[in-house]
């Protein structure tokens, strides 16, 4: 018994598992309403920024500046005709666009939005559960929503699906190497996966302050992650028509769609927790009334303000940045930023380990300058490798207007010279000449 006691105590983060069911009900509806409001806000949010960036006006005319457009989209896309191609396997391309959807939905479980509050009189945490590895079950719940959008170009029983969804397969496995290459950073300083304790870990510093390769990296990642422009290689009009989704209509096509726009809050929420503080207020707001902006129901201010500006980030890539090719984005994933994460992984734990010996902040940071700066020095004072001159360009040869037979003009930068005449012509006109005297 007692060590049925201790085994379930390891696996379980203190804090947690004590709410009763009508509080774990209210929870689940919340991160449901919060998703859907979010995604509703975020349609609409990104065509009014792109608009912005386009000098366009953008949605302006269902509901209060048009803030209900989105809304108005998807109940069109409700009632549309519902097509099934006649190739499809109807099973797997009815259940793709489930597989996609229901795991958007259980990363926010684990995401810490506030400390306690009180609801209804009873004391909870701003969080539905956490786990001793809840990183490591949000990276195994994103990679679970690939499935679907591999299934649904399979499924489809057309080529340009298929190469789509291909695609998003090789893209996420990629991508999320990196990704959970930049996390790495963060355990070994949290010491913990468990969310809560990430953020916890975060009340003097941000991680993204300290950790700001990693922060970049997986910034990086996450859009690569998303399918997002300018990765959004799977589902390339200019390619594929509509990559993995070209077959679906009417309502899937709406949850692929939704998928899309979860997943964008779910890295966001990732990102903000490990790197951005979670729902701790921004300095200097953090400084005011000893914390004051910490307690209470206004953390959930600063995490959804925060989750917002990274969505920002994915539409200011949008709107700026063209899409790449595919071998571009893989060779900038597998020759880039997977060489710089594994030195920056060295380079973190190297730190840590100056850290746990007593060594001062400010002597690594000492000590690290010294050794860039010798590194900077010493590649300017390597000399350079001489390059062979290049030969000077051959002058091109004269061009002979009669060389094949037939007069074609001077293309640009030949010099026209004297026809030469052929000698067809030369025996024709002496046959002339000589019956022009008998």
């Not at 009009?237 to 009417?250: D, F, I, K, P």
């Not at 600063?302 to 917002?308: N, Y």
Request: charged share 15%; glycine share 8%; net charge negative.
């Amino acid at each position: 018994m007692i060590a049925i006691a201790a085994e379930t105590t390891a696996n379980e983060v203190p804090g947690f598992g004590s709410d009763p069911w009508w509080i774990v009900a209210i929870k689940v509806v919340a991160i449901f309403v919060l998703l859907i409001l979010l995604t509703l806000f975020n349609i609409v949010f990104e065509r009014k920024v792109v608009a912005r960036m386009q000098h366009r006006l953008g949605p302006n005319r269902t509901g209060p500046g048009g803030w209900l457009q989105s809304l108005a989209d998807g109940t069109k896309l409700m009632f549309k005709e519902d097509i099934i191609p006649k190739a499809a396997d109807k099973v797997v391309y009815v259940l793709a666009p489930i597989v996609a959807l229901v795991p958007s939905f259980l990363i926010l479980a684990v995401i810490p939005m506030g400390p306690e509050v009180s609801i209804f009189g009873h004391e909870t945490r701003l969080q539905l559960t956490d786990l001793p590895v809840a990183v490591l079950f949000t990276l195994a719940i994103a990679s679970v929503g690939v499935y679907g959008l591999m299934l649904a170009g399979w499924s489809s029983g057309s080529t340009y699906p298929l190469l789509g969804g291909l695609r998003s397969t090789a893209q996420v496995i990629s991508y999320e190497l990196v990704m959970g290459l930049s996390f790495v950073g963060v355990f070994l300083f949290a010491g913990t996966m468990s969310t809560s304790g990430i953020v916890a870990e975060q009340e003097r510093l941000w991680y993204g302050i300290i950790l700001l390769p990693s922060f970049l990296i997986y910034l990086i990642a996450m859009v690569g992650e998303t399918n997002r422009a300018p990765f959004d290689l799977p589902e390339a009009e200019g390619e594929l028509v509509a990559g993995w989704g070209t077959e679906y209509s009417s309502f899937k096509y709406a949850m692929f769609f939704q998928a899309e726009y979860f997943n964008m809050v779910n890295v966001s929420a990732i990102a903000t927790t490990l790197f951005l503080g979670g729902w701790r207020a921004p300095w200097p707001i953090s400084a005011i009334n000893d914390g004051m902006f910490n307690t209470g129901w206004w953390p959930l201010l600063w995490f959804l303000g925060k989750v917002i500006l990274l969505i920002f980030v994915f539409i200011w890539l949008r709107g700026t940045l063209p899409r790449l090719r595919y071998d571009q984005f893989m060779h900038f994933c597998w020759k880039v930023l997977l060489p710089i994460s594994l030195v920056w992984i060295v380079a973190v734990a190297g730190m840590r380990l100056a850290f746990n010996e007593g060594i001062e902040r400010n002597q690594i940071l000492l000590y690290g300058g010294i050794a860039v700066a010798v590194l900077l020095i010493g590649s300017l004072l390597i000399p350079e490798k001489k390059t062979p001159a290049e030969p000077e360009p051959a002058e091109p040869p004269e061009f002979d207007a009669f060389a094949g037979g037939h007069p074609v003009p001077p293309m640009p930068g030949q010099e026209f010279v004297a026809a030469r005449i052929p000698a067809a012509t030369t025996k024709t006109d002496d046959r002339t000449e000589e019956s022009s005297r008998a």
